[in-house]
């Protein structure tokens, strides 16, 4: 148990809906990382928070969007869905950046989108 | 540019050594990293080698690192069928340690 949580664990969802991932980092992690996992492109950085602010963007695009609340929970919204977005999503944590600091990744979020 | 390589599938005979590759384009990378994933499961750490050593030793892994060729690997000596999952190379680039760049995974199946 990584100690990173995350909810849904399995989600299936129409076209065009939104839907809302949550992840709760291990106890004492400032930053949460994104990521999706899908067959053909692997795993790839959509976004970072670092104590509540976006430290870093990578391939996320325009319909998702996340935050990271006070408690230090995030969350990923995933909006107009298309069937491209099936995918595993990932959320990880760690003490700081991610240089020098061991990141602890949940078990993932399936989302299925039909 | 930022791009992890790795070969996908590799299949082992249980009790041999496994071997996995990876190259890397950032040479200003400074940490390289080996998770792993079972199935169903989260991304798990296995070990990570500062840019400034050339191997790592930890129980049955170890972890050889040339910088020159920008080639890392990851050996698991006696292999188990446990030690069936995806294996991920990944790095730092020096200039942007805010996030890791993964390569696509090895699957490793292990044969009886």
């Known amino acids: 148990d990584s100690g990173v949580t995350q909810t849904p664990k399995h989600l299936i969802t129409a076209t065009g809906q939104r839907v809302t991932l949550r992840c709760s980092p291990r106890s004492g992690d400032l930053s949460v990382y994104w990521y999706q996992q899908s067959l053909d492109q692997g795993l790839q950085f959509l976004i970072q928070?670092?104590?509540?602010?976006?430290?870093a963007k990578g391939n996320i695009l325009e319909r998702f969007s996340a935050q990271q609340f006070p408690d230090l929970h995030s969350e990923l919204n995933l909006s107009s869905l298309e069937l491209g977005d099936s995918a595993l999503y990932f959320c990880?944590?760690?003490?700081?950046?991610?240089?020098?600091?061991?990141?602890?990744f949940g078990e993932g979020s399936w989302l299925t989108v039909v | 540019g930022e791009d992890v390589e790795q070969s996908l599938f590799l299949s082992v005979r249980e009790g041999d050594s496994s071997v996995i590759n990876c190259t890397y384009t950032?040479?200003?990378?400074?940490?390289l990293y080996w998770y792993k994933q079972e199935p169903g499961a989260g991304l798990q750490l296995l070990t990570y080698i500062f840019s400034n050593m050339d191997m790592k030793q930890d129980q049955r892994l170890t972890v050889l690192l040339n910088k020159k060729d920008k080639h890392l690997s990851l050996r698991i000596a006696d292999t188990q069928t446990g030690d069936s999952a995806i294996y991920f190379c990944?790095?730092?680039?020096?200039?942007?340690?805010?996030?890791?760049?993964f390569g696509k995974g090895t699957r490793l199946h292990i044969l009886p």
């Open positions: 990880a944590s760690s003490v700081g950046g991610a240089a020098g600091n061991t990141i602890y």
């Open positions: 950032d040479s200003s990378s400074t940490y």
């Open positions: 928070y670092y104590n509540g602010e976006e430290r």
């Open positions: 990944a790095e730092i680039p020096m200039n942007r340690d805010d996030k890791i760049i």
